[in-house]
RNA sequence: CGGGGCGUAGCGUAGCCCGGUAUCGCGCCAGGUUUGGGACCUGGAGGCCGCAGGUUCGAAUCCUGCCGCCCCGACCA
C-alpha cells in the first residue's frame, strides 16, 4: 500500500474516484447523484449477486419482485420506518407532461395530473411487501415465508460517492415472515452470516459481525446485526444488515395468524439486505495505487492472454496455442479472455488488465512456444514466474485459489492491526487521529455518550460484536461502569 | 442550505490578472514502421471558450445575472 492511500489526504476520494472509472467499473451519469454501471462493473455485480442467489437459496429463500412506488399512505403506516426515511424520499406527484405554453420545444408537467395520492420511490421495500404479506398469511401453515427481492431503490442523499452513497442503486432485500419471535431472530443472525461467508470467502473481505447501538439501529428493527468492514484509509464501512423487526410490520400492517391452537398473534418479521456498496467495498479494500485488485472467485475475468509476437507468422503460431489454453481453460470453468487486439500493444495492455484487476495475466511470445512454456503475472503481488504447459490449467487453478486467500490474509492481518484496545480518552483521540482502523472501548451505554463521541471525533459505535466477552470496565468518555468493549470507528 | 474551487474539442488542460483570429497532451481517422511493461513517424478531422445580457471597434479574457459540476460541512436507518 502507498503512503498516498495510508494517510487519510483530501486525495482519496479522487485516488478511489480515479480507480472505479478507470477500473471501468462504473462512472457518473447526467443524472444528478447517480452513476452507470459500465459492462465491466456490471459483470462483477452479476458474479457477487449469482453467489450471494445462491447462498439464499440453499437456506430456503425464493425471489419475488414488488412494486417500486410506495403509495404515501402504506409508507407512513410503520411510523419509525416511515420518519427514518422521510428525509430522503423522491416523491411522485404527477402522471402527465404537456407543452409548455410559454417555451417553444420544452415540456412542463400538467397540472391536471396530480395524482390523488402521491407515489413514494421505494427508499426499502419493507412498507409494500408487508402490504402484500397481510393477504397472504392467514396460518402458521403459511409460515415462514421466505422472500428475498432484486432491485434497484432510491436514496435522495445530498452527497453521493460512486457504489458507497448513490442516489439509486442495486440491492437485494430479503422479507420474511415467522411465526415466533425466536425463529426471527435466528433467521436474521443467519443472513448475517450468510453475509459474513459471502464477505470473506467471496470477497477476500473479512468483516466483523455485530449488532448495531440503539442509535445506530434501522428504523423500525427492535435490533440491527451487521457486518463491518475496514478500509485501506482506516475508515469503517458497514457492507450489510440484517434486522430483527419483531412485531412491527405486522402490527403496522395488520398481519395475523392463526396457530396451532386457533391463537391469533402477529407475525415475527425480519428483513435483510447488501447492495452494490459493497463494490465500493471492495475496491476499498484491496486496490494499489496501479488499479484494482479484485478477488479471483468473483472477477469478471480471472485470466487474461496477452499474445507478444513479431511478425504474422509468429502471431499465427502463438494465436495457436492460445486458442488452445483458453479451450483448456474454459473447459475447467475458468473465465479468460485472449487479448488479440492488434491496436494495441503488449505493454498497453498489461498497464490496461491492471487497472482492471484481473487477477491473472498470462504472456505468450515465441519464446515461450519453444521452451513450452508462458509467464504467468499474478496482479495482488505484481510477481511474475515462467510455467510449463504441461499442467497449465491445474497450475492457474491453484493460482487462482492461492491469490484468493493471500487476499483475505493480507485484508485480515490489517483489519487486526488496526483494532485497537484503548482505555483514556487521549488514547481514543491520538488513535482516531494517527493510527485510524477500529477501536475497542469501554461505554457506558447510553445514547448521549455515543452522540458526544460522534460529535467530538465523527467516531461511531459501528458494533458491538456478536459474542463480545463481557467485563468490567469504564467508559471511555464518561468514567462511569461498562459491561462491555465495543468498536468505534470513523465510518462511510 | 453555508464555505471553497471549477466550467475552453471525446477526456485532461494553457490562455483570463494586463481584451486583438484558442495552447498543449491523450484519444480519434488515414498510411507506414512496430510489438517481452502504456511505440514511433507523417498527414488529417474535431471548438456556440457553460448560458444570457452588458461594456468595447473588438470579449474565452472585464462587468451583471443565471445554470451546472466537484470538494469541505450540514445529511447519510
Redesign the pocket.
Known sequence: MSKEITSRS?DY?QWY?DLVI?GSLAD?SAV?GCMVIKPYGYALWENMRDALDKMFKDTGHVNAYFPLFVPKSLFEAEEKNAE??A??CAVVTHYRLMANPDKKGSLMVDPDSKLEEELIVR??SEAIIWNTYKGWIQSYRDLPLLINQWANVV?W?????LFL?TAEFLWQEGHTAHATSTEAIAEAVQMLHVYADFAENWMALPVIRGV?SES????G?LD?YCIEALMQDGKAL?AG?SHFLGQNFAKAFDVKFSDKENKLDYVWATSW?VSTRLIGALVMAHSDD?GLVLPPRIAPLQVVIVP????PEQ?ILINEKAAEMVKQLKAAGIRVKFDDN???????K???Y??KGVPL?V??????VENNS??V?RRDT?E?QTISLDGFTDTINALLDQIQQAMYTKALAFRDEHITRVDSWEEFQSVLKDKTGFISAHWDGTAETEDKIKELT?ATIRCIPLDNPQEDGKCILTGKPSTQRVLFAQAY
Request: no cysteine.
Open positions: 483530501q476520494s474516484n478507470k457518473y444528478r427514518g426515511f428525509k430522503e427508499p426499502t436514496r442523499e445530498m452527497r453521493t460517492r452513497r448495531k445506530e439501529r434501522f428504523a428493527a440491527t458497514q444488515t439486505g496501479e507478444i509476437y513479431k511478425g502471431n492488434d491496436n494495441n500493444r503488449p505493454g498497453w498489461f498497464a490496461e491492471e487497472k495475466r504472456a505468450i511470445g515465441a519464446r515461450d508462458v509467464e503475472a505484481r511474475k465523527k
